[in-house]
């Protein structure tokens, strides 16, 4: 069973378009997170939400707009997308944040044309 | 802004081998956490450690974190093939709301 589970795995699009991302999670977790990895693998943190509320918003520019629905659910909207947009977005979980573990999905890689 | 410094960033060995690599911050953190990522998969925690000088044994992985809690080690002996990967670390950053940083990583290559 996956635990964390994200959609699409790739996603390519011209640039000034609109994509969606979405992730949901079957470990009853509370937190959840957005993570954007660029071409030289460096992991950064971009929103979390704990039971659908926003805790961490990590300067990320406007076009990006997270949404949970509930606390299984994080998805991740992104507008006018632009070169700079391209990288891999992980979605994770963990039980309350903090030093918890996090759980990562596979990743989505994003190209923008 | 805390930082982590991970060293080294590319690390190619022959089977057999020993290695260590390194976490290095000037800030403190509560707790570090240790990830390996593989292609195409996101990363999968190996272990957290939380108290300063505190020592965690995953079978042939030695993870350390530092007396002062700015830094750990990750030791691993008799490399295998199978240990290949990107080794992350991540620290939980202290007060106000609570994340993870991590460092750029550290690309392990275990050649048989």
């Known amino acids: 069973d996956t635990a964390v589970s994200q959609t699409p795995k790739y996603l390519v699009t011209q640039m000034g378009n609109d994509k969606s991302i979405k992730c949901e999670q079957n470990l009853g977790h509370d937190t959840m997170y957005w993570y954007k990895q660029d071409s030289k693998k460096f992991l950064k943190i971009m929103f979390s939400y704990n039971n659908k509320e926003l805790i961490i918003n990590e300067t990320v520019p406007n076009r990006f707009s997270p949404k949970s629905p509930d606390k299984a659910h994080l998805n991740l909207h992104i507008n006018s997308l632009e070169l700079g947009d391209s990288a891999v977005y992980f979605c994770?979980?963990?039980?309350?944040?903090?030093?918890?573990?996090?759980?990562f999905g596979d990743g989505t890689r994003l190209s923008i044309l | 802004t805390q930082l982590l410094e991970q060293s080294p960033q590319f690390l190619s060995i022959q089977e057999g081998e020993n290695l260590t690599v390194y976490c290095n911050s000037s800030s403190v953190f509560s707790s570090l956490q240790w990830y390996r990522q593989e292609p195409g998969e996101g990363p999968v925690l190996l272990v957290t450690v939380v108290t300063g000088g505190e020592v965690k044994k995953l079978k042939r992985l030695t993870f350390q974190f530092g007396d002062a809690r700015k830094d750990s080690s990750l030791h691993i002996t008799a490399a295998q093939p199978g240990d290949t990967g990107l080794y992350l670390c991540a620290g939980e950053t202290q007060g106000g709301s609570e994340k993870l940083v991590f460092g750029k990583g550290t690309k392990l290559t275990v050649n048989p």
């Open positions: 994770a979980s963990s039980p309350r944040g903090g030093k918890e573990p996090q759980h």
